[in-house]
């Protein structure tokens, strides 16, 4: 196989970032500090929890790391449905049943899981949830039973623009690093909400915090790479160093993510949404230098970045042309990636979760066939237990990126037809 180099596509900055190749070493994970964080407990909440089970529905990790469904061993290629749900939220659209359409589709050939946003990726978008909750419910309710109905597995991302939060609790983005916040105040309350209502649905496999969210960390500048701003969509008319977010901010709303969804739920799967780290992750948040990491320095990256309680490593990853970037003094292919992060996975005993994976045909054009061809190789050769395509039933993408998988666009449906053929050999 010709060497090919990975890199990651972050879809919200519309770029390529270089990533780095897994070792099976493991390094402990990085001691990091930033100036006013702050990780003390939040004010006790003296409203009564409703008590838990032991064990629900949908996916868990056994004590040895393997990945589980409803108790036994599974591996699994579904699709990321972006917007299935969230397009529901639009003005005019709360009869916007369309979703049925798609699960329908995938049912037909037999994708066993969807990853979506669970909520609106403007801080806008989330005006059906805080202005008309019971109509915001209502249409998860519908969304949630024709899941069902379809045996569909669900894994909803709740807060899928980071900055969206905060811009709504009014308070600069790096309160996500603050546990007194407003910000993790209105995390508390959405993720009690949501996950006490739905627990007990055989549809959801699991929870993620967000998308990418450690691409986000430890760039430099104080008034370079700030979070967009929108004001008509609801983010503020101004930005600054406050809204930046480090590795620190990163821990503490991981950790309380996944501790906020164990008070309820007791076994599914919860994940962070990460991408692969950058290439020189460790290096920013250590020296605020690009230098490329060290394989060992990547790997306490992928740790760190995916801290306890958090029972899953999650990657995002893209195959890129050879000039976009290596691990120090080695060559990247993709399964070479895939491998080192299996590797890593079995090592500190948290399954792979490759969030997202697609080849786009707008840059890879009569060859986009085979690039996706060699990830779906390297998932099945490699065992990745669960992974999902990027990206089905989301129009934008057919034209921006030609990546987009639906009934509309014949000529991407082998796509699902080779995620079909490994879904029914991998599940033998």
């Not at 919200?12 to 407990?41: H, W, Y």
């Not at 061993?73 to 359409?101: H, M, S, W």
């Not at 003094?329 to 090592?347: F, H, P, Q, W």
Request: net charge negative; with cysteine.
């Amino acid at each position: 196989m010709s060497k090919v180099l990975i890199s990651i596509y972050n879809m919200r900055l519309n770029k390529l970032i270089p990533v780095l190749l897994l070792s099976f070493l493991l390094t402990g994970q990085i001691a990091c500090s930033k100036k006013n964080n702050t990780d003390t407990s939040p004010e006790e909440n003296t409203e009564e929890v409703p008590p838990k089970k032991d064990q629900y529905p949908g996916l868990s990790v056994s004590a040895t790391g393997q990945l589980l469904l409803n108790g036994s061993p599974f591996r699994g290629i579904g699709v990321n449905y972006f917007n299935a749900f969230i397009r529901t939220l639009e003005d005019g659209q709360q009869n916007n049943d369309t979703y049925k359409i798609g699960f329908n589709y995938l049912k037909e050939r037999k994708i066993p899981f969807i990853r979506f946003a669970l909520n609106g990726y403007w801080p806008k978008n989330w005006d059906l949830y805080l202005k008309n909750p019971d109509q915001f419910f209502q249409n998860l309710d519908a969304f949630v039973k024709a899941a069902e109905a379809s045996g569909i597995g669900l894994i909803p991302s709740f807060f899928w623009h980071t900055p969206t939060l905060p811009d709504l609790a009014g308070e600069p983005v790096n309160n996500w690093g603050k546990i007194n916040s407003k910000t993790h105040e209105l995390m508390r309350k959405f993720i009690k909400e949501v996950v006490v209502r739905y627990r007990d649905s055989p549809a959801i496999w699991g929870w993620e915090q967000g998308n990418e969210v450690n691409l986000l960390v430890d760039l430099p500048g104080d008034n370079e790479n700030l979070p967009p701003i929108v004001p008509s969509l609801g983010t503020p008319t101004t930005r600054s160093k406050q809204d930046k977010l480090y590795t620190a901010d990163l821990i503490v709303m991981m950790k309380q993510f996944a501790t906020e969804i164990s008070k309820y739920d007791g076994s599914r799967i919860i994940i962070t949404g990460n991408a692969v780290a950058r290439a020189a992750a460790w290096n920013l948040l250590n020296n605020k230098s690009w230098t490329t990491d060290t394989k060992e320095q990547f790997i306490s990256m992928l740790n760190t970045q995916n801290p306890n309680p958090v029972n899953v490593l999650s990657i995002h990853a893209y195959i890129a042309s050879p000039d976009d970037g290596y691990f120090g003094d080695e060559k990247v292919t993709y399964d070479g990636l895939i491998k080192a992060s299996m590797d890593a996975a079995r090592a500190i005993k948290k399954p792979l979760f490759l969030g997202e994976f697609g080849a786009q045909q707008a840059k890879y054009g009569d060859a986009t066939r085979d690039k996706f061809m060699e990830i779906l190789s390297a998932i099945e050769s490699n065992e990745v237990p669960l992974s999902a395509m990027w990206v089905f039933d989301y129009p934008p993408h057919d034209t921006e990126e030609g990546i987009n998988v639906s009934p509309d666009n014949g000529p991407r449906e082998y796509m699902l037809q080779e995620i079909m053929k490994v879904n029914e050999r991998i599940s033998k």
